[in-house]
């Protein structure tokens, strides 16, 4: 029996809940296809993080077949009750492993000043500040300056484009000696595991050949700090390795 939305009633979805869990594929998809609205009303409400709608909608569907399968019938509750926690949890689980970073307040906090700090010094100097400039404004040492920086800008793909012309795109892969496939495959994975700062480093020493000084000009600090930063690097790739 039907209520007056035409959505199936306690009892039935009940029935329908017990068969579908007994593999009638049939009766999961009437279940499915009459929750779907409670999945779009819990999507929309995600909208504002940023992240496509039919993205959210079938990690939000995924939730409902869940909760249709795992639904205790021995309990006198209403369906939808246990479906709304099961697809919002689904939906945030999505989103928090979808993150390439978790970064702490207080680095976001310090980002957020540094952004703000460059765009002042950027106004006063007539250019961009440096990295070294920046950190002593805000009286933090520059790798302070770099790692909330870094916690809150974007990763970068090894397929991005780096170089582009009329005859072709270069990719930051492109880049990469190609010693062989595992040893390639390797090499990729462990400069993703770099955050885009150190990448930037490893990228203007070993493969644009530059000098330690010439990568300390580019960044804004010392070459002292780029040999320091690289030393951990290396170290860090090699235990990736």
Known sequence: MRDMTGQPSKEETRTLI?????????ARSQLVESNLPL??????RFLSR??????????????LLKAILDFDLSYDVQFSTYAVPKIMGEIKRYIREDAPLHVSRSLK??????IAAKDQLA?????SPTISELAQHLAISVEELVTALDAVSPVHSL??????????S?????????PGGEGRWQLRTALESLDPFERRIILLRYFAEKSQ?????????????VSRFEKRIIAQLRHHL
């Open 123 to 127: 106004s006063e100097l007539g250019r």
């Open 50 to 63: 940023g992240y496509d709608y039919d993205d959210l909608f079938q990690v939000g569907s995924l939730g």
């Open 213 to 225: 000084t010439e990568v300390a000009q580019s960044l804004g600090i010392s070459q002292a700090q």
């Open 159 to 168: 397929q991005e484009v780096v170089a582009d012309s009329d005859d072709e």
């Open 39 to 44: 999945v779009a009303s819990i999507v929309r």
């Open 109 to 114: 906090e310090l980002a957020a000043k540094a």
């Open 18 to 26: 017990g068969l579908a869990q007994a593999g009638d594929m049939e």
């Open 170 to 178: 270069v990719h930051l892969e492109d880049v990469l000696p190609a």
